[in-house]
């Protein structure tokens, strides 16, 4: 008797009997019919991301000894590191964007395919870290989504590794077969655009309102300082 | 090979054009290794004319430089040449030392002596490993990211943090070595001729690597004074000035090294200047580490400047005074209304500072001498009349930083 | 670091003099920097001697200074340094050079040192300072839409809010 996959998938192929593809068939045929065909999918993505490494700075190197052999990536399926977009579901950020590579990492995100997800890794990437300057982006969330943050400038090579762990959880829980990526996280990034709409001049002012301590020096007097902020 | 387009007067703007092809290599490309971006106008494969553009990780280290105090500021410049942070502060600290007039330990320079050795060995590891792996032979890569691990592990036991130690202070270091680093120092130079044997033994024969690295990018001696080029890339065309010879800094002259030179000026030669480098600097740190002095380690705390160690600060009043006096942002001891240029040997070259202070703590300006950005400028005359692939090479050899490149 | 009983560099003084003239520079020191000071008028003169005559045939170091405000300054508002080495001898020395606003302007080192190209780039970039005869004076590390000039004294260190205008991506969108 040949057995075919199920309908849910689209089309049946016919097997030889009692080969070892027929008793695999079969158990996956059980599995779906038992749990649905979107863990199975889920399972398949999370075990074989492709990451896209955009190493701009010092976290590049330690994305560098995570790929080497003291830690060795490739143990969480995560080893195919691919510099092109359309070759990877899973965008690194590792280090600090500054404005004139923002345009570029915008253009990187909308040129990977859908399933895709996202790292903002050190402290540069996720907030401006220690650069708060006039050409460091203060945090790549401002303007590509993100899905998982890594502490540290730079962080440790075990804590990309936790973080690769912590995004193919989620990526078990949240993703469907239509690849719509994740509910609960588009709810979130709609949560943080109403809070971000503000009077114009307002939103910015907490973040600029510590000039005057540490000892800092306001060559040109404090008049000057986020006058055109408002733009 | 035909001649070269450009440079033929009767041929028209407009049909050049025509002609050529423009191809966009970066800014994020897996051969710039970071951030570089050319704009490459080619002739089949060949490339008649290479742009730089460059900017794209420009974070503001100099500004940032202007609100930070000497011992702050430490943090800022270890993220310059990411890849031998502690270079880094002990050129930031020789500078604002000298700006102040402070004499260093015996201690203190051989310790500074050892750090910045180490990571110069980094460096040119992870650049000759890089550089390889950009050609296609990734075990060399793998070897060499090894030994960095354990020259991150040294790094680790002596500050507490792998990567960017952060570990010099004006007038000394964070805290002294002890026995625990003594013996990863010396984990490092055991395991490290086997790890170059290795890298040699698996580059130096490969025939695909050397006929990609052989008359590659050739810079001569004239153009490397010229384009004012320090470092293996100038010493592999035959400019043999090397800082620690010929300015001695810290305690320089207390070890027996010799500064290897070539005159090809290829890609080769440079592969060659950097692994002979290794060589020689773990010959200074094995010369440094075994004779290393006793005593303090600090310079004492009536030199005003330096930050004392936290038993000081809880068990004198000497040390706590001192303690609020440079920590406080209204207090603080004046310095000298003067400006000075020092410099070190980096790993990639002249590694200095342009400095100036108003009299406060916070520098009034703190320009970097960075050789990545000095070097890169010549690699539109040293890729003219190359094939694409030679690109992978000749931007292996230079050892770009692109933080250090952009600032 | 010690200062020579000897000034090593009294013959570079002295063949500078006697091809220029006196009176076209002064000269500071500290610690072992030895500096010249030079009007931006006769800057030029000043490096070719210096690198033909001289020996310092190696630029090693160029960058800008704004004095703005600076506690006790009276002369002009930006300074240049050109640090000079001579490879023989390993002498240093550095000429700086002043220059005030409005439009400041230089002449260009380009065409004595290939080195110089991208030094000045970066200053005209940093500080806004012009230098005639360069060849390709354009930005270089900032965007070539930016219009302040960020290491002046008078821009904040955290911008004019520049690094805000950009369009967001929502996960919706892309």
Redesign the interface.
Known sequence: MAVGLPNKVGRSIDLPENTILTRLDAAIDHLVDKVGVNPIINAARKYSLWPMPFATACCGIELMAVGASRFDISRFGAEVMRFSPRQCDLLIVAGRVSMKMLPVLQRIWLQMPEPKWSISMGACASTGGIFDTYAVVQGVDRFIPVDVYIPGCPPRPEQILRALMDLQEKIQKGGSLSGKGLPELSERERMLEDKRIVPIGTALSPERGDEDRFGYRLPGGSSLLGQDESK | MPANLLDEPEIGEESKKQYLWTLNFGPQHPATHTTLRLVLDLDGERIVRATPYIGYLHSGFEKLGEHLNFNQYVTIVDRKNYISPPMNEVAWHNAVEKLLGIELTRRCQYIRVIIGELSRISDHLLCAGAAALDLGAFTAFLFAFNQRELIYDVYEEMSGYRFHPGYTRVGGVMQDFNDRVIERVRAVLRSLPKAIADMEKLLFRNRIFLDRMRGVGVLSKADAINFSCTGPLARASGVTYDLRKDEPYLAYRDFDFSVPYATEGDCYARFQIRMEEIVQSMGIVKQAIENLPGGPVNVPIAEKFPMPDKGTIYNSMEGLIQHFELIMPNRGYETPKEEIYAAIEGPSGELGYYLVTDGTQIAWRTRTRPPSFIHFQVFPMMIKDHLISDIVAVLGSLNIIAAELDR | ?TQAATDPHAATFSTLAGLLGEGVFSTST??D?VRLHVSPGRLIEVLTVLKQRCGF?????L??????????RTRSRFEV?Y?LLN?DT?E?L?VKVGVDDPNPTLPSAYPL???????ER?IFD?YGIEFTGHPDLR?????EE?TAF??R????????????????????E?
Not at chain 3, 113 to 119: I, K, S, T, V
């Open positions: 670091m500290f610690k920097n045939e190696f630029l090693s170091e960058g800008g200074v704004d004095y703005l405000e600076y506690p006790g340094h640090v490879l390993t240093r550095i040192w290939r080195g110089a190209d991208w030094m970066e940093m930005r270089i590390l900032m965007p930016f960020p290491l004294k008078d821009y904040p260190l955290r911008g004019r809010g520049e690094r805000h205008n950009f369009p967001k991506l929502s996960r919706g892309s």
